[in-house]
């Protein structure tokens, strides 16, 4: 057999690879193109400053050990790699902080799944930018979709979900950039099937791998893409097959997935426009309540006075932000502070505010946050609007006996919250300002922002150190 049936273009990964080899640039309408934008931008400032950060230095050296030198850019380094050690390398980096966006129905970092791929390939096609604008969100389309389809089962099973779906976007974001048939990339898809992964065991102890999981994706969507350019099959049913990615990954909650979603309206329902830009360097799950720790902060005189706080989070990202309780309470890096309810809530409270130096050393050892984190709990928030927004909530209890409460619905970032241009421009600037100097970090954020009117290695001759 040396070639795909034609019936395979009738599945849903046929369907996601006819819709990504017809996609062109002036097909995507002008406001995901402009959302599409900003969504980079983002992604690249928070590449950026994860230089800043004892990791980068670490997965650069250990990268470099296997590959030697290359043609292609590491976000803010001097050095350049070769083209899948260079994705592996800007993966880790955009979504080494955590700090990179989140589209929140399908609890997927959609742009560490795709932006990865598409910066390095195309660097070293020497693509257009408005071909990688085309591949990116041809890719988000499908990252979203399985992150969507599954309703959060990935993890409920205990796999990261953005480590598995960029496996997959990243095939897709690779075979538009190349040039491939639907056929070429509906085999790219089914390749990926056997490569993606992404294990949760990070949240045990704060370890660095679900910094990789994107990275590693776009390695193996880009192998992927190349195997399938000259022949190469894969399965044409590599999410609903009787083995495929629905099956294995969701274990008991196979059931409940929405396979008619993967493929449903593509090219006119945008879902990448809905992805939310982070406020926060922390978990979004915890981005409600941040907002209501902060909002309460000025009605509370004396943080002596405070006798207790409870945490209204939704229920299903308990394991995940609030369990084991005792291990929240002093999280010993800043990973696992991130995914500490109890923490980044006493330090909202404290400080009034959350940024990067929220995660510094210092700022986990600071004895006021700890005191308060040990006196907080968490508990699901009847009130949430999870999964379309992660809503959340504060209770305080002051020594008087008064009761505080705050609650947040939409949390910001998203939907009629979403940060527009001049935020998310300026979350960049001070983002990419922990890497470049600031005139040249300004020079970059108006690049990016023009990155579909330029060749691809102009602009990121803007993101490279001095």
């Not at 589209?103 to 195309?122: D, F, Y």
């Given at each position: 057999m040396?070639?795909?049936?034609?019936a395979?273009?009738?599945?849903?990964a046929?369907?996601?690879a006819?819709?990504a080899?017809?996609?062109?640039?002036?097909a995507?309408?002008a406001?995901?193109r402009?959302?599409?934008?900003?969504?980079?931008?983002?992604?690249l400032?928070?590449g950026?400053?994860?230089?800043?950060?004892p990791?980068?230095?670490?997965?650069?050296a250990?990268?470099?050990a296997?590959?030697?030198p290359?043609?292609?850019?590491v976000l803010?380094?001097?050095?350049k790699?070769?083209m899948?050690?260079?994705?592996?390398a800007?993966?880790?980096l955009?979504?080494?902080?955590?700090?990179d966006?989140?589209?929140l129905?399908?609890?997927?970092?959609?742009?560490a799944a795709?932006?990865?791929a598409a910066?390095?390939l195309a660097?070293?096609?020497?693509?257009?930018?408005?071909?990688l604008?085309a591949?990116?969100?041809?890719?988000?389309?499908v990252?979203i979709?399985?992150g969507a389809?599954?309703?959060?089962?990935?993890?409920?099973?205990?796999f990261?979900a953005?480590?598995?779906?960029?496996h997959f976007?990243s095939a897709v974001?690779a075979g538009?950039?190349?040039?491939?048939?639907a056929?070429q990339?509906l085999?790219?898809q089914?390749?990926?099937?056997?490569?993606?992964a992404?294990l949760?065991l990070?949240?045990?102890?704060?370890?660095?791998t679900k910094?990789f999981?994107?990275?590693?994706?776009?390695?193996a969507?880009i192998?992927?893409?190349y195997?399938?350019?000259?022949?190469f099959i894969?399965?044409?049913?590599p999410y609903?097959?009787?083995?495929?990615?629905?099956e294995?990954?969701?274990?008991?909650?196979?059931?409940e997935?929405?396979?008619?979603?993967?493929?449903?309206d593509?090219?006119?329902?945008?879902?990448?426009?809905?992805?939310?830009?982070?406020?926060?360097p922390?978990?979004?799950f915890i981005?409600?309540?941040?907002?209501?720790a902060i909002?309460l902060?000025a009605?509370i005189?004396?943080?002596a006075?405070i006798?207790?706080?409870?945490?209204?989070l939704?229920?299903p990202?308990?394991p995940i932000v609030?369990e084991?309780?005792a291990?929240k309470?002093?999280?010993?890096?800043d990973y696992?502070?991130?995914?500490?309810?109890p923490f980044v809530i006493a330090?909202c409270?404290?400080?009034g505010?959350?940024?990067?130096?929220?995660l510094?050393?210092?700022a986990l050892?600071?004895?006021r946050?700890?005191?308060l984190?040990?006196?907080?709990?968490?508990?699901?928030?009847p009130?949430?609007?999870?999964p379309?927004?992660?809503s959340?909530g504060?209770?305080?209890?002051?020594t008087?006996g008064?009761?505080l409460?705050q609650?947040?619905?939409?949390?910001?970032?998203a939907?009629?919250?979403?940060l527009?241009?001049?935020a998310?421009?300026?979350?960049f600037?001070?983002?990419?300002g922990?890497?470049l100097?600031?005139?040249?970090?300004s020079?970059?954020?108006?690049?990016?922002l023009a990155?579909?009117r330029?060749?691809?290695r102009e602009?990121?001759?803007?993101?490279?150190a001095a």
């Amino acid at each position: 057999m040396n070639a795909m049936p034609p019936a395979s273009l009738a599945t849903p990964a046929g369907r996601i690879a006819a819709f990504a080899a017809a996609l062109t640039h002036d097909a995507i309408p002008a406001a995901v193109r402009e959302r599409a934008r900003l969504q980079i931008l983002d992604g690249l400032g928070v590449g950026l400053a994860s230089n800043a950060y004892p990791f980068a230095a670490t997965a650069l050296a250990g990268i470099q050990a296997l590959s030697g030198p290359g043609d292609c850019t590491v976000l803010g380094r001097r050095e350049k790699l070769p083209m899948r050690d260079a994705a592996l390398a800007n993966g880790i980096l955009i979504h080494g902080l955590d700090f990179d966006d989140t589209h929140l129905a399908s609890i997927v970092h959609a742009t560490a799944a795709c932006l990865p791929a598409a910066l390095s390939l195309a660097e070293a096609l020497d693509a257009h930018g408005s071909e990688l604008l085309a591949a990116y969100a041809a890719g988000m389309e499908v990252a979203i979709r399985i992150g969507a389809a599954v309703k959060a089962g990935f993890h409920h099973a205990g796999f990261h979900a953005t480590g598995i779906v960029s496996h997959f976007s990243s095939a897709v974001v690779a075979g538009r950039l190349l040039g491939l048939s639907a056929e070429q990339i509906l085999s790219a898809q089914g390749i990926a099937s056997s490569s993606a992964a992404g294990l949760q065991l990070f949240l045990e102890e704060g370890a660095w791998t679900k910094r990789f999981h994107p990275g590693w994706g776009a390695v193996a969507g880009i192998t992927a893409a190349y195997l399938a350019r000259p022949g190469f099959i894969g399965p044409s049913r590599p999410y609903e097959g009787k083995f495929g990615l629905f099956e294995t990954h969701l274990q008991a909650h196979a059931a409940e997935a929405d396979i008619g979603c993967l493929a449903a309206d593509l090219g006119t329902r945008w879902e990448l426009a809905e992805t939310a830009i982070k406020p926060y360097p922390v978990c979004h799950f915890i981005h409600g309540a941040a907002d209501a720790a902060i909002a309460l902060r000025a009605a509370i005189p004396d943080l002596a006075a405070i006798a207790a706080v409870r945490v209204l989070l939704p229920g299903p990202t308990l394991p995940i932000v609030a369990e084991p309780a005792a291990d929240k309470l002093r999280p010993q890096t800043d990973y696992a502070a991130k995914f500490s309810a109890p923490f980044v809530i006493a330090t909202c409270l404290v400080r009034g505010y959350f940024g990067l130096a929220e995660l510094l050393p210092e700022a986990l050892v600071d004895p006021r946050i700890l005191a308060l984190a040990g006196r907080t709990t968490c508990a699901a928030d009847p009130d949430t609007a999870f999964p379309a927004y992660f809503s959340g909530g504060v209770e305080v209890e002051l020594t008087d006996g008064r009761r505080l409460r705050q609650h947040v619905r939409v949390n910001s970032g998203a939907g009629e919250r979403r940060l527009d241009q001049a935020a998310v421009a300026a979350k960049f600037r001070a983002a990419a300002g922990m890497a470049l100097a600031p005139a040249q970090a300004s020079r970059a954020c108006e690049a990016i922002l023009a990155i579909d009117r330029r060749p691809v290695r102009e602009t990121l001759r803007a993101l490279a150190a001095a």
